[in-house]
């Protein structure tokens, strides 16, 4: 499985941007798929998440309110949509796909990642 991300840019505090990130080869039929961002001189931390099969979803507290994960099952793809962005939202952001069936929570971060797409700057500047 090949994960292609895109989306990424610079922004001012307030505005939006959409990353996508498409899964393909051989996609299997259950998986969770997000996104995961590293802010320099910190850890990666998950963003957000959603479940192939239910739509489940997972966001870290920081991100709720303001960003919206969906997919696309037909064409394999999800979006995160990050609205009223804010400086600390700036990190390299990473697609990530997790085998598995995750309709009771999509919490990837619990989980050892099988695939990591490459990541895409987001810049968020005051």
């Known amino acids: 499985v090949q994960l292609q991300a895109s989306g990424g840019g610079l922004v001012q505090a307030g505005d939006s941007l959409r990353l996508s990130c498409r899964a393909s080869?051989?996609?299997?039929?259950?998986?969770?798929m997000g996104w995961f961002r590293q802010a320099p001189g910190k850890e990666r931390e998950e963003v957000s998440s959603?479940?192939?099969?239910?739509?489940?979803?997972y966001y870290t507290d920081s991100v709720k309110g303001r960003f919206t994960i969906s997919s696309d099952k037909a064409k394999n793809t999800v979006f995160l949509q990050m609205n009223s962005l804010k400086p600390e939202d700036t990190g390299v952001y990473y697609c990530a796909a997790v085998i598995g069936d995750f309709s009771d929570g999509c919490d990837l971060s619990m989980y050892g990642t099988d695939y990591w797409g490459k990541g895409t700057q987001v810049t968020v500047s005051s």
């Open positions: 080869g051989s996609t299997p039929i259950k998986y969770g």
């Open positions: 959603i479940y192939s099969i239910t739509g489940t979803t």
